[in-house]
């Protein structure tokens, strides 16, 4: 079974910041916290990572918590284009169902 | 960046048959591979783990003479479903870890589309 759950849906609009959090409450110490999204019919689009620190990179910002227990990412700005499902997993890179982001105008 | 080509993207195979996918990590070396199945509107599914020039490591489940897995090189893995049937019609899709994966994470294949007629 996945270490990681997202809500199963969220709606954002369009130039506002998307914020997606994840749950990973079994994470162990050695273990990074990775980032993905799906667009139908598509292999997983690498977004981004993180161990202990939050990241930032031109795509989003990662926000993990002091314990690890849970993280968030942000999309800061985003688009219609960022309508997908975005997986949060660890490194067993196992994946659960996900968050279906619909991004309206 | 990391760049994983998965080939064929599309197949449509008869019943009974074989089909092979390969996974290849271009500007790489991949010394982990993982293999991954998707149904509809569900998510990714992991079948197995495969290291460069061991066995793979398949999931509970996941019938390993059925799903044939070889990693013979640092930058090619391939999936043979056997004897295949319909309802091994599926999005199969890879992903490949290198010795750089603290700066690019996994990389995934763009998936392959199988069809069992």
């Known amino acids: 079974d996945a270490k990681t759950t997202q809500p199963t849906s969220m709606d954002c609009a369009e130039g506002r910041a998307a914020n997606l959090p994840c749950n990973h409450s079994?994470?162990?110490?050695?273990?990074?916290v990775y980032w993905y999204r799906q667009i139908h019919s598509q292999g997983p689009q690498y977004i981004i990572h993180?161990?202990?620190n939050n990241e930032t990179n031109e795509m989003a910002s990662l926000i993990i918590t002091e314990d690890r227990k849970s993280s968030t990412l942000i999309l800061p700005h985003a688009t219609l284009r960022d309508t997908a499902v975005y997986y949060c997993?660890?490194?067993?890179?196992?994946f659960g169902a996900g968050t279906r982001l619909t991004v309206k105008p | 960046g990391a760049v994983v080509s998965q080939h064929p993207s599309r197949v449509i195979c008869k019943s009974g048959t074989s089909v092979k996918i390969e996974c290849r990590s271009l500007?790489?070396?991949?010394?982990?591979m993982f293999w991954y199945r998707q149904f509809p509107k569900q998510s990714l599914m992991l079948m197995a783990t495969?290291?460069?020039?061991?066995?793979?490591?398949?999931e509970q489940g996941v019938e390993k003479d059925k799903f044939l897995i070889n990693h013979a090189s640092l930058t090619l893995s391939t999936l043979t479903v056997t004897s295949a049937h319909p309802e091994d019609s599926s999005f199969y899709i890879c992903?490949?870890?290198?010795?750089?994966?603290?700066?690019?994470?996994?990389?995934f294949g763009s998936g392959t589309r199988l069809t069992v007629v």
């Open positions: 079994t994470i162990s110490g050695n273990e990074y």
């Open positions: 500007d790489f070396q991949a010394t982990t």
């Open positions: 495969s290291n460069e020039g061991s066995k793979a490591t398949y």
């Open positions: 997993i660890v490194s067993d890179m196992r």
């Open positions: 993180g161990l202990k």
């Open positions: 992903s490949a870890e290198g010795d750089s994966r603290s700066n690019y994470g996994y990389t």
